[in-house]
Protein backbone atom coordinates (compact mmCIF):
# COMPACT_ATOMS: atom_id res chain seq x y z
CA UNK A 1 0.00 0.00 0.00
CA UNK A 2 1.48 3.41 -0.45
CA UNK A 3 -0.12 6.61 0.64
CA UNK A 4 -1.29 8.75 -2.41
CA UNK A 5 -3.15 12.26 -2.30
CA UNK A 6 -6.09 11.92 -4.78
CA UNK A 7 -4.17 13.70 -7.49
CA UNK A 8 -0.81 11.76 -6.91
CA UNK A 9 -3.41 8.91 -7.21
CA UNK A 10 -4.80 10.35 -10.97
CA UNK A 11 -0.98 10.44 -11.85
CA UNK A 12 -0.30 6.83 -11.02
CA UNK A 13 -3.74 5.54 -12.64
CA UNK A 14 -2.45 7.78 -15.79
CA UNK A 15 0.88 6.16 -15.64
CA UNK A 16 0.06 2.96 -15.53
CA UNK A 17 -2.46 3.40 -18.96
CA UNK A 18 0.54 4.78 -20.24
CA UNK A 19 2.76 2.07 -19.76
CA UNK A 20 0.53 -0.82 -20.84
CA UNK A 21 -0.70 0.61 -23.80
CA UNK A 22 0.97 2.27 -26.25
CA UNK A 23 -2.23 3.94 -27.88
CA UNK A 24 -2.97 6.18 -25.12
CA UNK A 25 -1.45 9.56 -24.78
CA UNK A 26 -2.28 13.10 -22.36
CA UNK A 27 -3.47 16.18 -24.02
CA UNK A 28 -4.01 19.88 -22.82
CA UNK A 29 -2.83 22.75 -21.65
CA UNK A 30 0.20 22.81 -19.67
CA UNK A 31 0.36 19.29 -18.98
CA UNK A 32 3.37 18.33 -20.13
CA UNK A 33 6.90 19.93 -18.42
CA UNK A 34 4.50 22.05 -16.21
CA UNK A 35 2.81 18.58 -15.37
CA UNK A 36 -0.76 20.75 -15.25
CA UNK A 37 -1.49 23.31 -13.12
CA UNK A 38 -2.50 20.99 -10.37
CA UNK A 39 0.47 18.74 -11.28
CA UNK A 40 -1.95 15.87 -11.81
CA UNK A 41 0.17 15.02 -14.91
CA UNK A 42 3.70 15.68 -13.09
CA UNK A 43 6.71 13.88 -14.70
CA UNK A 44 4.60 11.86 -17.21
CA UNK A 45 6.52 13.62 -20.33
CA UNK A 46 9.65 13.20 -18.89
CA UNK A 47 8.88 9.44 -18.66
CA UNK A 48 7.02 8.38 -21.71
CA UNK A 49 8.19 11.57 -24.18
CA UNK A 50 6.77 14.53 -25.86
CA UNK A 51 4.77 12.31 -28.41
CA UNK A 52 3.19 10.89 -25.74
CA UNK A 53 1.84 13.71 -23.05
CA UNK A 54 1.89 16.93 -25.15
CA UNK A 55 1.56 20.66 -24.77
CA UNK A 56 -1.83 22.20 -26.48
CA UNK A 57 -2.43 25.79 -27.66
CA UNK A 58 -5.13 27.55 -25.15
CA UNK A 59 -8.35 26.55 -27.53
CA UNK A 60 -10.38 23.78 -25.89
CA UNK A 61 -12.78 22.94 -28.89
CA UNK A 62 -9.24 22.71 -30.97
CA UNK A 63 -8.11 19.86 -27.90
CA UNK A 64 -11.37 18.00 -27.97
CA UNK A 65 -11.73 17.98 -31.66
CA UNK A 66 -8.30 17.15 -32.19
CA UNK A 67 -8.56 13.68 -30.04
CA UNK A 68 -11.82 12.71 -31.61
CA UNK A 69 -9.94 12.31 -34.92
CA UNK A 70 -7.00 10.29 -32.99
CA UNK A 71 -9.81 8.05 -31.24
CA UNK A 72 -11.61 7.64 -34.73
CA UNK A 73 -7.87 6.64 -36.05
CA UNK A 74 -7.70 4.26 -33.24
CA UNK A 75 -5.96 6.28 -30.37
CA UNK A 76 -7.07 6.48 -26.40
CA UNK A 77 -6.38 10.21 -25.91
CA UNK A 78 -7.24 11.37 -22.58
CA UNK A 79 -7.56 15.44 -22.62
CA UNK A 80 -7.20 17.76 -19.56
CA UNK A 81 -9.55 20.91 -19.06
CA UNK A 82 -7.72 23.38 -17.27
CA UNK A 83 -10.58 24.30 -15.01
CA UNK A 84 -14.39 23.39 -15.33
CA UNK A 85 -14.83 26.47 -16.25
CA UNK A 86 -13.01 26.18 -19.73
CA UNK A 87 -14.75 23.46 -21.13
CA UNK A 88 -17.75 25.58 -22.66
CA UNK A 89 -15.73 26.54 -25.64
CA UNK A 90 -15.27 22.63 -26.78
CA UNK A 91 -19.14 21.73 -25.50
CA UNK A 92 -20.10 21.83 -29.36
CA UNK A 93 -17.15 19.43 -29.74
CA UNK A 94 -18.34 16.56 -26.81
CA UNK A 95 -22.42 16.52 -26.98
CA UNK A 96 -22.08 17.07 -31.23
CA UNK A 97 -20.16 15.43 -32.51
CA UNK A 98 -18.09 13.01 -29.54
CA UNK A 99 -21.38 11.64 -27.94
CA UNK A 100 -23.16 11.23 -31.19
CA UNK A 101 -20.65 9.52 -33.85
CA UNK A 102 -20.73 6.13 -32.64
CA UNK A 103 -24.61 5.92 -32.81
CA UNK A 104 -24.28 7.47 -36.13
CA UNK A 105 -22.03 5.22 -37.11
CA UNK A 106 -24.09 2.45 -36.10
CA UNK A 107 -21.37 0.99 -33.95
CA UNK A 108 -18.69 0.91 -36.44
CA UNK A 109 -16.45 3.82 -35.25
CA UNK A 110 -16.15 3.84 -31.61
CA UNK A 111 -15.03 6.83 -29.80
CA UNK A 112 -12.71 5.87 -26.56
CA UNK A 113 -11.82 9.25 -25.56
CA UNK A 114 -11.46 10.47 -22.08
CA UNK A 115 -11.98 14.10 -20.72
CA UNK A 116 -10.49 15.14 -17.30
CA UNK A 117 -11.75 17.64 -15.84
CA UNK A 118 -11.17 19.20 -12.71
CA UNK A 119 -14.55 20.48 -10.68
CA UNK A 120 -16.02 22.01 -7.67
CA UNK A 121 -14.99 24.91 -5.28
CA UNK A 122 -13.84 25.21 -2.14
CA UNK A 123 -10.30 26.11 -3.39
CA UNK A 124 -10.82 30.19 -3.60
CA UNK A 125 -10.37 30.28 -7.02
CA UNK A 126 -10.96 33.24 -9.54
CA UNK A 127 -14.06 33.62 -11.53
CA UNK A 128 -14.93 30.59 -13.91
CA UNK A 129 -12.65 28.73 -11.95
CA UNK A 130 -15.23 26.82 -9.63
CA UNK A 131 -18.03 25.43 -12.06
CA UNK A 132 -20.16 21.98 -11.50
CA UNK A 133 -20.81 21.39 -15.14
CA UNK A 134 -21.64 17.64 -14.92
CA UNK A 135 -25.50 17.87 -15.54
CA UNK A 136 -25.05 19.46 -18.71
CA UNK A 137 -22.88 16.04 -19.76
CA UNK A 138 -24.92 13.70 -18.00
CA UNK A 139 -28.17 15.30 -20.16
CA UNK A 140 -26.49 13.88 -22.99
CA UNK A 141 -26.99 10.38 -24.29
CA UNK A 142 -23.83 8.56 -25.76
CA UNK A 143 -21.36 10.22 -22.67
CA UNK A 144 -20.47 8.04 -19.76
CA UNK A 145 -19.91 10.95 -16.33
CA UNK A 146 -17.72 9.61 -13.54
CA UNK A 147 -16.95 11.52 -10.62
CA UNK A 148 -14.17 9.91 -8.14
CA UNK A 149 -13.78 11.11 -4.61
CA UNK A 150 -10.65 9.24 -3.02
CA UNK A 151 -7.61 8.43 -4.25
CA UNK A 152 -8.47 4.82 -4.08
CA UNK A 153 -11.34 5.39 -6.47
CA UNK A 154 -9.03 8.02 -8.34
CA UNK A 155 -6.94 5.39 -9.30
CA UNK A 156 -9.10 2.73 -10.54
CA UNK A 157 -11.61 4.60 -12.27
CA UNK A 158 -8.89 6.41 -14.50
CA UNK A 159 -7.86 3.17 -15.97
CA UNK A 160 -10.89 2.10 -16.23
CA UNK A 161 -11.86 5.42 -18.33
CA UNK A 162 -9.20 5.16 -20.17
CA UNK A 163 -9.78 0.84 -21.08
CA UNK A 164 -13.45 2.00 -22.37
CA UNK A 165 -14.71 1.81 -25.87
CA UNK A 166 -17.15 5.14 -24.98
CA UNK A 167 -16.30 8.55 -25.02
CA UNK A 168 -15.94 9.60 -20.91
CA UNK A 169 -16.00 12.51 -19.00
CA UNK A 170 -14.13 12.24 -15.90
CA UNK A 171 -14.58 14.75 -13.02
CA UNK A 172 -12.32 15.36 -10.34
CA UNK A 173 -13.31 17.02 -7.49
CA UNK A 174 -10.78 19.72 -7.26
CA UNK A 175 -10.51 20.81 -3.45
CA UNK A 176 -10.11 17.79 -2.25
CA UNK A 177 -7.04 17.10 -4.69
CA UNK A 178 -4.50 16.68 -1.83
CA UNK A 179 -6.98 13.92 0.13
CA UNK A 180 -4.64 11.18 1.44
CA UNK A 181 -5.55 7.40 1.48
CA UNK A 182 -3.81 4.46 0.89
CA UNK A 183 -3.78 3.04 -2.62
CA UNK A 184 -2.67 -0.79 -4.21
CA UNK A 185 -0.64 -0.09 -6.65
CA UNK A 186 -1.22 -3.65 -7.92
CA UNK A 187 -4.68 -3.62 -7.03
CA UNK A 188 -8.08 -4.34 -9.59
CA UNK A 189 -10.47 -2.38 -9.09
CA UNK A 190 -13.53 -4.14 -6.97
CA UNK A 191 -16.37 -2.22 -8.87
CA UNK A 192 -17.43 -1.48 -12.19
CA UNK A 193 -17.03 2.12 -13.64
CA UNK A 194 -21.01 2.28 -13.45
CA UNK A 195 -21.26 0.96 -9.79
CA UNK A 196 -22.21 3.12 -6.90
CA UNK A 197 -20.48 2.38 -3.88
CA UNK A 198 -21.79 2.31 0.07
CA UNK A 199 -19.22 4.28 2.25
CA UNK A 200 -20.49 3.98 5.33
CA UNK A 201 -23.56 1.51 6.29
CA UNK A 202 -26.75 3.04 8.14
CA UNK A 203 -30.49 1.90 9.04
CA UNK A 204 -32.00 5.16 9.75
CA UNK A 205 -31.92 7.60 6.29
CA UNK A 206 -29.83 7.32 3.21
CA UNK A 207 -27.43 10.39 1.68
CA UNK A 208 -26.39 9.97 -1.85
CA UNK A 209 -23.90 12.60 -2.53
CA UNK A 210 -20.73 12.23 -5.23
CA UNK A 211 -17.43 13.57 -5.86
CA UNK A 212 -16.58 16.77 -3.65
CA UNK A 213 -19.58 15.98 -1.35
CA UNK A 214 -19.00 12.54 -0.30
CA UNK A 215 -16.70 13.71 2.66
CA UNK A 216 -18.95 16.33 3.39
CA UNK A 217 -22.07 14.10 3.96
CA UNK A 218 -19.66 10.98 5.72
CA UNK A 219 -18.88 13.81 8.02
CA UNK A 220 -22.23 14.72 8.66
CA UNK A 221 -23.11 10.94 9.27
CA UNK A 222 -20.43 10.87 11.66
CA UNK A 223 -22.10 13.80 13.66
CA UNK A 224 -25.87 12.38 13.34
CA UNK A 225 -24.44 9.41 14.73
CA UNK A 226 -23.15 11.08 17.86
CA UNK A 227 -26.97 11.92 18.60
CA UNK A 228 -28.17 8.05 17.77
CA UNK A 229 -28.73 8.67 14.21
CA UNK A 230 -27.84 6.18 12.25
CA UNK A 231 -26.73 7.30 8.13
CA UNK A 232 -26.15 5.48 5.20
CA UNK A 233 -23.65 6.99 2.73
CA UNK A 234 -23.12 6.30 -1.04
CA UNK A 235 -20.78 7.46 -3.30
CA UNK A 236 -22.54 7.62 -6.65
CA UNK A 237 -19.13 7.37 -8.60
CA UNK A 238 -21.18 7.05 -12.02
CA UNK A 239 -23.23 10.07 -12.72
CA UNK A 240 -24.22 8.65 -16.39
CA UNK A 241 -25.17 6.01 -16.21
CA UNK A 242 -26.93 5.98 -12.47
CA UNK A 243 -26.55 2.90 -10.11
CA UNK A 244 -30.27 3.32 -8.76
CA UNK A 245 -29.94 -0.62 -7.81
CA UNK A 246 -27.77 0.56 -4.94
CA UNK A 247 -29.91 3.52 -4.03
CA UNK A 248 -32.61 1.88 -4.09
CA UNK A 249 -31.84 -1.38 -1.77
CA UNK A 250 -30.62 1.50 1.03
CA UNK A 251 -33.85 3.12 0.71
CA UNK A 252 -35.56 -0.24 1.13
CA UNK A 253 -33.64 -0.49 4.38
CA UNK A 254 -33.54 3.26 5.58
CA UNK A 255 -36.94 4.47 3.96
CA UNK A 256 -35.66 8.40 3.99
CA UNK A 257 -33.06 9.64 1.31
CA UNK A 258 -30.97 13.02 1.04
CA UNK A 259 -29.20 14.11 -2.00
CA UNK A 260 -26.57 16.22 -1.65
CA UNK A 261 -24.31 17.98 -4.49
CA UNK A 262 -22.14 21.03 -5.00
CA UNK A 263 -24.24 22.15 -8.32
CA UNK A 264 -27.39 24.13 -7.67
CA UNK A 265 -30.46 21.86 -6.91
CA UNK A 266 -32.67 23.39 -9.46
CA UNK A 267 -32.37 20.28 -12.71
CA UNK A 268 -29.28 19.04 -10.99
CA UNK A 269 -28.53 15.10 -10.69
CA UNK A 270 -30.38 15.43 -7.60
CA UNK A 271 -33.61 16.15 -9.36
CA UNK A 272 -33.18 12.94 -11.33
CA UNK A 273 -32.61 10.60 -8.31
CA UNK A 274 -34.93 11.72 -6.79
CA UNK A 275 -38.00 11.37 -9.25
CA UNK A 276 -36.28 8.08 -9.90
CA UNK A 277 -36.64 6.76 -6.40
CA UNK A 278 -39.60 8.12 -5.78
CA UNK A 279 -41.35 5.98 -8.42
CA UNK A 280 -39.32 3.03 -7.53
CA UNK A 281 -39.69 3.43 -3.69
CA UNK A 282 -43.19 5.11 -3.15
CA UNK A 283 -44.43 2.05 -0.96
CA UNK A 284 -40.87 2.14 0.89
CA UNK A 285 -40.56 6.17 1.57
CA UNK A 286 -40.92 7.58 4.67
CA UNK A 287 -40.95 10.74 3.97
CA UNK A 288 -39.98 12.90 0.70
CA UNK A 289 -36.62 13.10 -0.73
CA UNK A 290 -34.95 15.64 0.41
CA UNK A 291 -32.17 17.55 -2.13
CA UNK A 292 -29.44 19.84 -0.43
CA UNK A 293 -26.93 21.34 -3.40
CA UNK A 294 -25.96 24.57 -4.97
CA UNK A 295 -28.23 27.95 -4.96
CA UNK A 296 -29.73 29.02 -8.51
CA UNK A 297 -27.06 31.98 -8.85
CA UNK A 298 -24.13 32.22 -10.57
CA UNK A 299 -21.01 31.15 -8.52
CA UNK A 300 -20.02 34.05 -6.19
CA UNK A 301 -16.65 35.21 -5.44
CA UNK A 302 -14.26 33.21 -3.55
CA UNK A 303 -14.63 35.11 -0.31
CA UNK A 304 -18.04 34.30 0.28
CA UNK A 305 -18.04 30.62 -1.59
CA UNK A 306 -18.79 28.80 1.69
CA UNK A 307 -21.83 30.59 2.32
CA UNK A 308 -22.81 29.13 -1.42
CA UNK A 309 -21.26 25.42 -0.75
CA UNK A 310 -23.07 22.63 1.13
CA UNK A 311 -21.68 21.95 4.36
CA UNK A 312 -22.27 19.59 7.26
CA UNK A 313 -25.15 21.75 9.10
CA UNK A 314 -26.98 21.95 5.66
CA UNK A 315 -27.06 18.00 5.53
CA UNK A 316 -27.34 17.87 8.85
CA UNK A 317 -30.47 20.55 8.71
CA UNK A 318 -32.21 18.19 5.82
CA UNK A 319 -31.34 14.69 7.72
CA UNK A 320 -33.51 16.14 10.58
CA UNK A 321 -36.11 17.81 8.21
CA UNK A 322 -36.62 14.20 6.56
CA UNK A 323 -36.95 12.37 10.24
CA UNK A 324 -39.36 15.01 11.23
CA UNK A 325 -41.35 13.36 9.16
CA UNK A 326 -43.19 10.50 10.57
Not at 7 to 20: C, D, H, M, T, V
Not at 155 to 178: C, H, L, N, T
Not at 186 to 210: C, F, K, Q, S
Amino acid sequence: MTTLSLAKAINAGLRRSLGSDDRVMLMGEDVGALGGVFRVTDKLQAEFGRERVFDTPLAESGIIGTAIGLAMRGYRPVCEIQFDGFIYPAFDQIVSQLAKIHKRTDGAVTVPLTIRVPYGGGIGAVEHHSESPEAYFAHTAGLRVVSCSSAVDAYGMIQQAIASDDPVMFFEPKRRYWDKQDVDLDGIPTLGLDDARVVTEGTDLTVVAYGPMVATAVAAAREAATEGTSVEVIDLRSLSPIDFDTIERSVAKTGRLVVVHEAPVFLGLGAEIAARISERCFWMLESPVIRVGGYSTPYPPSKVEQYYLPDIDRVLDAIDRSLAVQ
